[in-house]
């Protein structure tokens, strides 16, 4: 048993797959759920664009269009929040779900790169990504989100860094407050994946704090 008031943490290393029905998706995030609840876990964390997957619900031609495909995505993005408040409820955890492309005309034109936290008495919290890569910049063209939050959901008090904002040291000082920094990645090479583990590395020193990192996987 674990010791009073610890938090045991799931991070996933997450392959996305070809998605045929909106119940074949549905069936993938609730069996990772299920499976990381049983082995005692209190906090999920999926990773960066872990909701892509999502496109190929639209068909191969939406999938492999860049645009075409973030809006397909952030479309599903309310039955997608659903569905994880549901499964936080009934499994009892706290789930940091697969950030997605959101097209959220209050914050910008283009879209955001958005985690969204769900507890299990029915709450969630989004943070958006704060920081570009090149590439999200100049082929997406997403754009930074809403400020850096710290939520306190009672068991700890959690922020989020995604991918390269864990590769600032100021961002992190922003979330002094966080016990737990979550940073949820996705890059296409090790080399890619160790910038940002050593980015969260440094980033639990210098805020004397845990960070949980999660990374999309592929082939």
């Not at 609730?30 to 997957?53: I, N």
């Not at 985690?115 to 082929?139: C, H, N, S, W």
């Not at 809403?146 to 979330?175: M, N, S």
Request: hydrophobic residues 45%; proline residues 6%; contains cysteine.
């Amino acid at each position: 048993m674990p010791p009073a008031g610890s938090l045991n943490v799931a991070t996933a290393a997450y392959p996305l797959h070809l998605m045929q029905n909106w119940a074949e998706y549905a069936q993938k995030i609730e069996s990772w759920v299920r499976d990381a609840e049983a082995q005692g876990s209190d906090l999920l964390l999926f990773p960066e664009y872990g909701a892509m997957e999502l496109a190929t619900l639209a068909g191969a031609e939406v999938a492999a269009d860049g645009e075409a495909c973030m809006r397909a995505v952030s479309d599903v993005m309310p039955e997608v929040d659903a569905l994880h408040a549901e499964l936080a409820g009934k499994y009892g955890v706290m789930i940091a779900a697969g950030s997605a492309p959101v097209y959220d005309d209050t914050i910008a034109p283009r879209p955001v790169n958005r985690v969204r936290l769900f507890t299990p008495d029915g709450g969630m919290a989004v943070q958006d990504k704060q920081i570009m890569t090149r590439y999200e910049r100049d082929e997406m063209d997403v754009v930074p989100g809403g400020p850096l939050q710290v939520f306190d959901t009672g068991r700890a008090k959690i922020g989020i860094l995604t991918c390269y904002d864990a590769e600032f040291p100021l961002l992190g000082r922003a979330l002094t407050d966080a016990e737990i920094i979550l940073v949820p990645s996705c890059t296409e090479v090790l080399s890619g994946y160790w910038r940002v583990r050593i980015g969260a590395i440094a980033r639990a020193l210098e805020g004397q704090c845990v960070t949980v990192m999660a990374s999309l996987v592929g082939t």
